[in-house]
């Protein structure tokens, strides 16, 4: 007697398309992440190397999926004159991505590495969580007259400024005294900003919503003792006394507005990948080739509490680890001329910095005058 076995293959074998979707998009979302850190560190590491970035973007990814499956019957009979039918069967699966990467070049490239940034782009990320200690010392270049330390193309060693001391005092005093509520960081809608005096009209704003920030000083807040480091923050600044009120502006300081407003000055995303390239401590001999440019910096003091050291070196926010062979436990991993170089993977310090980084990236390429559209990804799902 022969027997037939039939076998059927559907949908029951996993690659539904309902089933397929959340798999797939966490994995691909998994690997662009990857892909995006990957290509940022390089960029620091290349600046390290004064070598120039390159920028590459993903525009689409388009997954085919193939499934073959193949089946055999082979009837067999024995010298007793039983039948028997050994079967077989055979499946292969792929999937065959296509990605699609374009560089970054002209006008859009120099939006996004060369533009400043702008003072609502940081003080929307500090209202979002971000401390302010961190995104000043790593974004910003100027805070009413004070400097911060100065990057250069090629990481040439620069003296820090007279001011550098102070510019580090007013970054510690803002985080403390907005901690305590002494300080407080808000945006006004334009119903808000009817209030505001006629002049102020012109602080910089966020060109999407119109939302201007303002720094609100709160003296009754504090403590005595907290109450004389706000003071101290005024001076720093050169604020007026009596006034607590001050709209946060990226223009350049009029004689006739000083004192009235909080002024910054932006670093560009090519000014900020410097600042933190400027902290990658190289092997001998290269360090003798590529010294650090900051390594007159870490001592700098301020007139803060005793023994308080200054936050600006980028050591205080990013620390990337370089060796000669790949890391086993890595946040994110790069090869440069046969050197690796690395985040570890529980520095939560490092990875903060950098992830803040790829947030101010994301808000320069917001501010394209001609809007993209994001990366499609197209997934077939039978």
């Known amino acids: 007697m022969l027997s037939v076995v039939v076998l059927a293959i559907g949908p029951g074998c996993g690659l539904s398309g309902p089933s397929y979707v959340v798999p797939g998009v966490r994995d691909y979302g998994g690997a662009m992440r990857r892909s995006a850190n990957q ?3 390089y960029n620091i590491v290349l600046l390290r190397f004064v070598e120039t970035p390159e920028m590459l973007e993903l525009s689409q990814i388009v997954s085919q999926h193939e499934v073959q499956v193949s089946t055999g019957v082979n009837p067999s009979f024995s010298n007793s004159g039983s039948h028997t039918v050994p079967f077989s069967i055979g499946a292969k699966f792929g999937e065959n991505p296509t990605l699609t990467y374009a560089p970054i070049r002209g006008e859009d490239f120099a939006m996004r590495m060369l533009a400043p940034l702008q003072p609502y782009q940081i003080f929307m990320l500090s209202r979002s969580g971000w401390d302010l200690t961190r995104l000043l010392a790593f974004a910003v270049q100027r805070i009413n007259g004070l400097t911060n330390l100065e990057t250069s193309i090629g990481l040439k060693t620069k003296k820090p400024s007279p001011t550098v001391a102070e ?13 305590h509520h002494g300080v407080e960081i808000y945006y006004l809608n334009a119903a808000e900003q009817s209030g ?18 303002v720094m609100v000083l709160r003296p009754d807040q504090l403590d005595p003792a907290k109450a004389n480091r706000l003071e101290r923050l005024k001076t720093l600044l050169s604020l ?24 910054i000055e932006a670093r560009s995303i090519l000014s900020v990948m410097l600042y933190l390239a400027g902290g990658i401590h190289l092997p001998e001999p290269l360090a003798k ?36 062979h790949a890391p086993d436990d890595a946040y994110v991993a790069i090869a440069y001329d046969g050197i690796w170089f690395w985040i570890d993977a529980r520095d939560t310090n490092s990875k903060a910095t950098f992830s803040l980084v790829q947030y101010l990236v994301r808000l320069q390429t917001a501010r394209g005058a001609q809007p993209k559209p994001g990366v499609l990804l197209t997934i077939p799902t039978r």
């Open 39 to 41: 290509q940022l560190l």
């Open 167 to 179: 510019f580090a005092e007013v970054a510690h005093l803002l985080e403390e005294l907005q901690i």
């Open 289 to 324: 080739d590529f010294p650090a440019p900051f390594a007159d910096a870490s001592d700098i003091n301020w007139s803060g509490p005793a023994g308080t050291k200054s936050r600006l070196h980028p050591e205080s926010f990013f620390n990337v680890h370089v060796g000669d």
């Open 240 to 263: 007026k006394p009596d006034q607590t009120i001050f709209p946060i502006m990226g223009t350049p300081l009029d004689l006739t507005f000083s004192g009235e407003a909080l002024v």
């Open 196 to 213: 505001l005096p006629e002049k102020h009209a012109e602080m910089e704003s966020d060109p999407d919503h119109g939302f201007r920030y």
